[in-house]
């Protein structure tokens, strides 16, 4: 067996017409899962009867079973909500009518909401409480003091975790071809099935979610030297 280099390439240029369908998954499912996590990190916080269990159920549940099974669940099991729905209203929508992507971004959130809500619930609490009882000192309502106190504080402590869940989602999103989304992986397995090349081609492949990884990397250390200029009272 011989390396084909020039496969290689040619596989390489071919594939960068997949990551905008990787990112897109990974960006949408980092920031909804961002907002997600969000929520579920100050219910649980603050003890909010009743969604207090059930956000602690979701985090267990979720945390607790692979990516691949919520993309199934969602894949399989909301069509079926939606059509039983739509029928017993009378509605002539139907899910077919779906883009399969749409399936992958509902699940990958999903998935994505319960890992960040640790990393959101980290960072909040590790902003001392002082500070939000003298906020309140000055009559800062609490969203005022969440916005303006708490969450600038609890992004520069979680900024490490959140990169390193993106780039988990990044590599994770590679399960989309199980539902027939074409991104980086299923592209190499596209290209590799006219020649059987398929070591080449997931080669070009590793090469490409590597690049990915390291400008997520990049862009992370670039937020962390601004967060640390602004937090010795230099210019950003």
Not at 9 to 35: D, H, K, N, R, Y
Not at 36 to 51: E, H, Q, Y
Not at 101 to 129: C, H, M, N, P, Q
Not at 211 to 232: D, H, P, S, V
Request: charge should be positive.
């Amino acid at each position: 067996m011989k390396l084909d280099l020039s496969f290689i390439w040619q596989a390489l240029l071919q594939l960068l017409t997949a990551i905008p369908v990787t990112l897109a998954v990974t960006v949408v499912s980092v920031l909804c899962g961002l907002v997600i996590g969000t929520a579920v990190a100050l219910i649980r916080i603050n003890k909010v009867p009743v969604l207090d269990t059930a956000a602690a159920a979701y985090v267990t549940f979720i945390r607790g079973t692979p990516m691949l099974t919520h993309l199934l669940l969602v894949y399989f099991g909301l069509p079926f909500a939606i059509d039983g729905i739509c029928e017993n209203f009378g509605w002539a929508f139907r899910s077919v009518s779906i883009p399969m992507i749409a399936f992958a971004y509902i699940a990958f959130s999903i998935t994505a909401g319960a890992y960040l809500s640790e990393v959101v619930r980290s960072g909040l609490l590790a902003v001392d409480k002082g500070q939000i009882e003298a906020a309140y000192a000055v009559g800062m309502t609490t969203s005022q003091a969440l916005r303006r106190i708490v969450f600038p504080q609890a992004f520069a402590i979680l900024l490490p975790n959140l990169s390193n869940s993106t780039i988990s989602m990044l590599h994770g999103s590679a399960l989309v071809f199980t539902v027939s989304v074409v991104d980086i992986n299923a592209k190499s397995q596209i290209i590799a099935s006219s020649n059987w090349k398929f070591f080449e081609s997931y080669i070009a492949a590793a090469v490409i979610y590597w690049g990915l990884t390291l400008f997520i990397e990049r862009i992370t250390a670039m937020a962390e030297r601004r967060i640390q200029t602004y937090n010795r009272g230099g210019v950003s």
